[in-house]
């Protein structure tokens, strides 16, 4: 066992005890992943079958983003669409096809206004230098219904084009900047049956891959105890060369089996 008390294997054993405590870490994460995307999935299934709240009860004040558990609750809201400062969210893809997503400020009683993702157009067949064909919202009072989706990241530049605005990610705060009323800081993706959604394509919503990261879980904690497996192995194989090597050396001993 002595044989092994020296400067190479503690440097081995300290490496393999350090590399699968990472791996160890690595796996948590990726179990934490996991968790986090099967409660988006439950949260999506939830929002098919139950009854829509209203949406003040589940978003804040304009300007404050909800909480992450608060995405995909399904909610309702009544008032007027404002055509006039509709925005387009551009090469969107539905079913395999790029065209654009159809956001239209939903003026609310207290003055205050809801991002309502109408649902996907495609672009007009003129090409990209020609306005998308976008059914109009409908005039008057109107009760929509759809689920809470969370401002996006990463947002690029909002332009005015085709007598709308148009940028590339849903990000509510820069759209709100641009608008000339406080708005709510999330937005709703709309049922495809809610006023305002006749005529465009709906949203699919995909579940998140939990499995992946489970599977990925997983596999970091066999490569723990694999690196530890390994450095026994290892040293098994080295105790028996040095027992051939000089008979009057002691064996491998059953720990280091």
Known sequence: MRSLLTPRWLG?????????????????????????????????DASTVVAPVPVRDVLGPPGTAPDDDHAWTRVSATGQYDPSQEILLRNR???????????????????TALLVNRGWVKPNPQG??????????????????????????????????????????AAVGP???????PVLGAYVLADGDTPGAKGLTPIPVGHENAWLNLGYAVQWWIFSVGALVGVGLLARKDLRELTAADPTAPSPTPALT
């Not at 005890?17 to 992943?33: K, T, Y």
């Not at 395999?96 to 956001?103: A, C, D, Q, R, S």
């Not at 998308?132 to 332009?159: N, W």
């Open 93 to 111: 893809t539905v079913e395999g096809e790029v065209g654009y997503e159809v956001l239209t400020p939903l003026r609310l009683a207290d003055g």
């Open 175 to 181: 759209i709100a900047a641009k608008l000339p009323y």
């Open 128 to 169: 990209i230098t020609a306005a998308p064909d976008v059914p109009a919202a409908p005039a008057g009072t109107v009760t929509v219904v759809g689920r809470v989706h969370l401002s996006e990241s990463s947002p690029g530049a909002i332009e005015h084009r085709f007598g709308r605005w148009e940028t590339r990610r």
């Open 12 to 44: 081995i054993l300290l490496a393999a005890v350090l590399a699968s405590f990472v791996m160890v870490l690595l796996g948590r994460w990726q179990w934490s992943r996991y968790e986090l995307r099967s409660a988006i999935n439950d949260r999506i």
